[in-house]
């Protein structure tokens, strides 16, 4: 029971010390191209820009909003796919009101089954 406890120790040790070897790669210095799968001055498109805003003053680091809506977001998906993975792309979108609305109606803290 000793000798399982020291292996456990020592690969614990040596695991802290990888930790520490560890460095996190520098964000590219290319401007973030963002995609949103809806048109423009909906709610995505706004919150997009004010992320660009908190990104561009916080980390001072460009983002570029792109509206690319169409085919229920796939075209916003496919134009995603076909960029390289390097951390210049990204897509997000938010939740509407009436989503979280319906949400809450199935989740209502006089249901217990969820």
């Known amino acids: 029971m000793k000798i399982i406890s020291g292996l456990r120790l020592i690969f614990l040790s040596l695991g802290l010390l990888a930790v ?3 460095h996190a790669q520098p964000f590219p210095g290319k401007t973030i191209q ?3 799968p809806f ?7 706004l919150v997009a820009r004010y992320q660009a805003e908190l990104s561009a003053k916080k980390y001072n680091q460009q983002m570029v909003v792109i509206n690319r809506a169409g085919a229920g977001g796939a075209l916003a998906w496919s134009q995603l796919n076909s960029y390289p993975a390097d951390g210049t792309y990204g897509s997000g979108c938010e939740y509407s009101a009436h989503h979280l609305a319906a949400f809450a109606r199935r989740h209502s803290v006089q249901d217990r089954r969820y």
């Open 20 to 22: 520490g070897l560890v």
């Open 34 to 36: 963002y995609i949103i």
């Open 39 to 45: 048109p423009a001055a909906g709610e995505s498109d």
